[in-house]
């Protein structure tokens, strides 16, 4: 017997069968069936933020399963909350896909970011879904600064320290590993399918005193320059003390490239850029990687450098 697709499904049978798998916290007063949710906080205000991925250019499913593709999909808004020293709640999304699609692959997707979204106490609590020729995914986050300031782009300082919580690199160097048709390491292929955000740095960051943040998902020289020009200063940036893992080291050597392009310029390991005060104890989990220069032109500068690339993914923009 053939599979069941969710064109054979229909849209409302298909709405009740996600749904009907979806948990519930404490702070989603309403959920799925009515015109909206309905979702408790405590500070009065709400932070949103949305993300898409689309079949092709963030995920290939020869590549990633359906339940890897729904955890990275929620992974990207629930970092963007942390990256402003919130906790996310709640997530809605938006499905699009072709009526081919067996309907297993929804279900696995949604199973998929139910779990990403357990891992900081959220849930999904609504969503839409509509024909597509090709899959993609919008995801809403919603969050809560529990009483907090939020923590900005804009507010690093000359004199401040740089510093990163969570993994550089290791989502592009799996990439560049499968796009070579190899299938090891095991461990970076896995952080290209799924990244593993550090959620609980962005609240230890807020709650330390830190001056800006910003999600690491274009590449890190690429999102450091939005809080340098964010904060009209310069980012400066020293690999010299880093380590490079010995996977990704391996990796490298076998593709004939520099481990540290990946972790300059790889997208998707979402981790957090911060900037702190000289003389801050900087949370446990974030390592310094640099320090903040007053600047009359804004930029990223590494090992001595003015890096004046791109640096990272920028959407319908080409490299020169």
């Known amino acids: 017997m053939s599979e069941q697709t969710i064109g054979g499904t229909g849209e409302f049978d298909l709405i009740a069968r996600i749904t009907e798998v979806l948990p519930r916290t404490a702070e989603v007063l309403i959920g799925p069936g009515d015109d909206t949710a309905l979702v408790a906080t405590h500070s009065g205000s709400v932070l949103a933020t949305i993300d898409v ?66 891992r900081v106490g959220a849930c999904v609590v609504g969503g839409d879904v509509a024909a597509s020729s090709v899959i993609t995914l919008a995801v809403t986050a919603l969050g809560d600064l529990q009483g907090r300031s939020p923590v900005l782009r804009s507010g690093a300082q000359a004199g401040h320290v740089l510093a990163v919580a969570g993994r550089l690199g290791w989502s592009a160097a799996g990439l560049a590993v499968l796009s070579g048709g190899f299938r090891s390491p095991a461990v970076l292929i896995d952080a290209h399918r799924v990244p593993d955000p550090p959620y609980s740095a962005g609240p230890m960051a807020a709650h330390a005193g830190a001056t800006a943040m910003i999600d690491v998902s274009d590449g890190l020289i690429a999102d450091a320059r939005h809080l340098a020009e964010a904060s009209g200063v310069d980012v400066v940036i020293d690999t010299d003390t880093w380590n490079i893992p010995g ?33 801050v104890v900087v949370p446990v989990g974030f390592r310094i990687i640099g320090s903040v220069m007053a600047s009359d032109e804004p930029g990223v500068i590494v090992d001595g450098v003015r890096r004046r690339g791109l640096g990272g993914h920028v959407h319908f923009t080409v490299e020169r």
């Open 247 to 279: 996977s990704m080291a391996a990796a490298a050597s076998a593709l004939g490239v520099d481990p540290r392009e990946w972790m300059l310029t790889g997208g998707e390991d979402h981790a957090l850029l911060a900037t702190f005060p000289a003389g």
């Open 53 to 118: 991925l689309v079949e092709g250019v963030h995920f290939r499913r020869d590549w990633s399963s359906a339940t890897d593709v729904g955890r990275k999909a929620a992974a990207a808004s629930l970092a963007d909350i942390a990256a402003m020293g919130g906790v996310a709640t709640a997530l809605l999304v938006g499905f699009a896909a072709p009526g081919d699609l067996p309907v297993t692959w929804a279900l696995e997707c949604t199973a998929g970011l139910t779990a990403e979204a357990a």
